[in-house]
């Protein structure tokens, strides 16, 4: 089984991802279930398509991935996005953003490290 956290600033964008996106908490949900089969620690299965899951960067001591999440009545190409942080059976959510938002994914990837660098 996997553990899921979240970095304090992680938490705060995902708030307002919530107000902007109602289904935003859902999505999340599903996210998480999948993960428990696409990062298990012995036996990890594909279940998310590549189009979607993207690894950004290999660290030391964890990879950062970025996912393109599904939110039901939100079109794919402004659904929020997420960094997120895989180390064992540790997953950690980073960062969040969306299109809509006009975010730079270098900026978002030099957040997500850095990040991941305050938790592990």
Not at 36 to 61: D, G, N, S, T, Y
Request: aromatic content about 10%; hydrophobic content about 40%.
């Amino acid at each position: 089984m996997l553990s899921f956290d979240y970095h304090p600033s992680y938490i705060k964008e995902a708030d307002d991802l919530e107000r902007r996106f109602p289904n935003f908490g859902e999505g999340l949900s599903a996210f998480k279930r999948l993960c428990e089969i696409q990062f298990h620690p012995q036996l990890p299965k594909q279940v998310i398509a590549p189009a979607k899951l993207h690894r950004r960067k290999q660290m030391e001591v964890c990879g950062l991935w970025k996912i393109e999440l599904a939110v039901k009545g939100v079109k794919s190409n402004v659904s929020p996005r997420i960094w997120f942080a895989v180390r064992g059976s540790a997953i950690i959510f980073l960062c969040a953003s969306t299109h809509a938002d006009n975010y730079e994914d270098n900026e978002m990837d030099m957040i997500a490290e850095s990040r991941a660098a305050d938790v592990f």
